[in-house]
């Protein structure tokens, strides 16, 4: 089976950072892109970031570009989301996805298989 669980959401106050972790288990880790998404209430999920097998190509929404960083550790088997100058708009429900098999970047969440249960991040005004 293949687990993915998030963590390090929280409550900050606009302008602040915070980093969310996606730890991983039960498949070769490297193979594989990981990604996150985010869902608003009353929205559709919506891709903030990949990065592929080897940490050498990386995707970011416009809506993130240049405020968020998304890095991967494979010996760790963990993925990471940096989040800075956060903005009100970024309050979600943040996701961790992989695909079922190996494949290429995708922002569609349809091509993802395997989700995190979801960590909270709140940004007050």
């Known amino acids: 089976q293949v687990q993915l669980a998030e963590s390090g959401g929280g409550l900050v106050q606009a302008g602040g950072s915070l980093r969310l972790s996606c730890a991983t288990s039960?498949?070769?880790?490297?193979?594989?892109?990981m990604a996150w998404f985010r869902q608003a209430p009353g929205k559709e999920r919506e891709f903030v970031a990949a990065?592929?097998?080897?940490?050498?190509?990386?995707y970011y929404a416009d809506s993130v570009k240049d405020r968020f960083t998304i890095s991967r550790d494979n010996a760790e088997k963990t993925v990471y989301l940096q989040m800075n100058s956060l903005k009100p708009m970024d309050t979600a429900v943040y996701y961790c996805?992989?695909?079922?098999?190996?494949?290429?970047?995708?922002?569609?969440?349809?091509?993802?298989?395997?989700w995190g249960q979801g960590t909270q991040v709140t940004v007050s005004s």
């Open positions: 996805a992989t695909p079922y098999s190996a494949s290429s970047f995708s922002a569609n969440p349809s091509a993802y298989y395997y």
């Open positions: 990065i592929n097998w080897n940490g050498g190509s990386t």
């Open positions: 039960g498949r070769t880790f490297s193979n594989y892109v």
